[in-house]
């Protein structure tokens, strides 16, 4: 790093692997990571890249949420391509070698230290809100917090569902976790002994049931703490039902049963 860099709010990284997923336009992107960049699982980085090849320093900003864990030596994170977005196409036209920029401060509160223990986690997801909890699942005061812990991923179709196979083999082996796809505009895919349902999204799941009777885990605030990333409409309803029953956030140092984080 320069000494310019050293000054600067940010370091530049270069990536090491691009991984395309089944989907147009989904991909993980691995990239080195500054020694001194140290974060929670459930935090986000705000990346930078230049708005054009003219630019040598960037100047578009986006915030990204580690998918990778703290004891990795790179970074990793998830994106869906926005057709027509400023900064995600510059981010999946990115190969082995090119550069991107990290500030060198993590952000975000959507940590597990804000919940009490409880008999269930429930981590509930629509698309890329899905990256914030995957490093999570690999940090052990996580399974000694959490009797069970369920992992509720809310997409359009089955191949939006990135980290699936990582996460029905999780599931597979850790008789303590849960995965449970849901897709909204194809049925569900059975999965783990569950059955598949006709299409519906996570909130829908949530009003008729499915989640509780799928999962067979309590879904009520003395049982459970529950978070909820990604599309932001999602967020807004499912927060409303889940406050209907008694679901909090924390507040003055109250530790509560609902955290949230909105994707845009
Ligand atoms: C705290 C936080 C964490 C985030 N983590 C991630 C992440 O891990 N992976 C990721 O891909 N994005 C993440 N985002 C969104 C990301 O910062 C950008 O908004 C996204 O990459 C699109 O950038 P853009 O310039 O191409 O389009 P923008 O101009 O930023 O967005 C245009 C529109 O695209 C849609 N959109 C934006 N982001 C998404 C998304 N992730 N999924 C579906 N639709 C979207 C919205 O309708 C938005 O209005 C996060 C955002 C926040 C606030
Ligand atoms: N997903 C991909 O692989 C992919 C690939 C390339 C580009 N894109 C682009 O990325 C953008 C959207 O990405 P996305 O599909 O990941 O995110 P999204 O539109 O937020 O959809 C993800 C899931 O959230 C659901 N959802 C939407 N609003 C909801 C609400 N109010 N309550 C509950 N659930 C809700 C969707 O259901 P519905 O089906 O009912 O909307 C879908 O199941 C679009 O611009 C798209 O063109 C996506």
Known sequence: MSADQDQEKYTCQQVLDVKQWESPGLLSI????NSGFNFIPGQF??????????????????????VSH??????EFLSVTVPDGQFSPKLAALCPGSDLWVEKV??????LERFLPAKALWLVSTGTGL????????????????????????????????YREYLE????????FIYLPVTSREPWPANGGYRGHKGCR???AYTEGLLQSETGQPLNPEDARIMLCGNPEMVTEMRALLQE???????????GTLAVENYW
């Open 30 to 33: 691995k990239v080195t990571r």
């Open 45 to 66: 980085a705000r990346i930078g890249l230049p708005s054009d090849q003219a630019q040598p320093r960037p100047d578009l900003w986006r915030a990204y949420s580690m």
């Open 70 to 75: 703290p004891d990795d030596d790179y970074l």
């Open 106 to 111: 993590p952000f975000g509160f959507l940590t």
């Open 131 to 162: 990256s914030a909890y995957l490093p999570m699942l690999r940090d052990t005061a996580t399974w000694e917090k959490f009797e069970k812990v369920i992992i509720v991923h809310g997409v359009r179709t089955v191949l939006e569902l990135a």
């Open 169 to 176: 083999k999780l599931a597979k082996n850790n008789p303590q």
């Open 202 to 204: 996570v909130t829908t």
């Open 245 to 255: 029953q008694g679901f909090a956030a924390s507040r003055r140092g109250n530790p």
